[in-house]
């Protein structure tokens, strides 16, 4: 059975840093994609950032480039999104999700993936 795992959430301030980590399980990263994905009260889910379980290949949203870092670690079976620099248009639950992967093309769109995690909240402060 997939499941994932999200923890890492929290309040802090503007310009700070908060690390996401995303405890996966019933597969392994290599037959997958992993996307990391938040929606704010009102607002649509949106794809943050994705990686190629295969190639490390990864992608931003341009709302985030340069501030947050996707990143998997085999041994942990976990996936991590690093992000710094905050700001208050970050706050949201954030999800972790996956898809097995059936091309070479790394998706990053909500519907393309399969099995999600319970979701992590973000709150930062001005």
């Known amino acids: 059975e997939v499941q994932l795992a999200e923890s890492g959430g929290g309040l802090v301030q503007a310009g700070g840093s908060l690390r996401l980590s995303c405890v996966v399980s019933g597969f392994t990263f290599a037959g997958y994609n992993i996307g990391w994905f938040r929606q704010a009260p009102g607002k649509e889910r949106e794809g943050v950032s994705c990686?190629?379980?295969?190639?490390?290949?990864?992608d931003y949203a341009d709302s985030v480039k340069g501030r947050f870092t996707i990143s998997i670690d085999n041994a942990k079976n976990t996936v991590y999104l690093q992000m710094n620099s905050l700001k208050p248009e970050d706050s949201a639950v954030y999800y972790c999700?996956?898809?097995?992967?059936?091309?070479?093309?790394?998706?990053?769109?909500?519907?393309?993936?399969?099995?999600w995690g319970q979701g992590t909240q973000v709150t930062v402060s001005s």
């Open positions: 990686i190629s379980g295969n190639t490390g290949v990864s």
């Open positions: 999700a996956a898809y097995r992967r059936y091309s070479r093309f790394l998706y990053c769109t909500a519907h393309t993936y399969d099995y």
